[in-house]
């Protein structure tokens, strides 16, 4: 489990971010911890432990090398960014998985006090942040107010079809 002890304050980053390959570290942004309450630092852990459990960090060193590998091709540009967006979708999901019914539109107004205030709309292949794609997130919204418990569960079509797309 992570934990606070878990966090490094920092000045290189503009937004929360799960770092690290082998000991991954939740990096706040400095004055990050001032500005929210604890309610709020406790759904931006959540998120970024949900990318620690979807193992998206490694997942952002394939797509890297894919993207090296093929960097003539711009459906692959365009597929991994939209990649990256459903990852933070994803998180989101699993993060509200984790909440009590009332909690979505408070954690949906975190994420937009973050895009106001601590906003990085860069890519780092070894970082997974909460605020990867800042113009998905009237998406991301529109997803976190029509949550529930059940939305989150993959269905068996969709699992059938990411094993196909993953032998191609």
Not at 135 to 163: C, D, G, H, K, Q
Request: charged share 20%.
């Amino acid at each position: 489990q992570m934990c606070i002890r878990d966090s490094v304050v920092t000045d290189r980053i503009k937004s929360p971010a799960l770092f690290g390959f082998v000991r991954p570290r939740i990096l706040l942004p400095e004055g990050l911890l001032e500005a929210l309450s604890l309610d709020e630092l406790q759904y931006v852990f959540l998120h970024e432990l949900a990318h620690l459990k979807r193992r998206d960090i490694y997942l952002g060193w394939v797509v890297s090398l894919l993207q090296i590998l093929h960097w003539f091709n711009p459906l692959i540009w365009l597929a991994f960014r939209r990649m990256r967006g459903d990852q933070e979708m994803a998180c989101d999901a699993l993060a509200l998985s984790r909440m009590t019914p009332e909690e979505p539109p408070a954690y949906g107004r975190t994420i937009v006090n973050l895009l106001e205030r601590f906003s990085q709309p860069q890519y780092v292949p070894s970082i997974a942040g909460i605020l990867e794609e800042p113009s998905n997130i009237e998406r991301r919204m529109t997803m976190i107010a029509r949550f529930t418990n059940s939305s989150y569960r993959w269905s068996p079509l969709a699992m059938a079809l990411v094993t196909v797309l993953c032998f191609i």
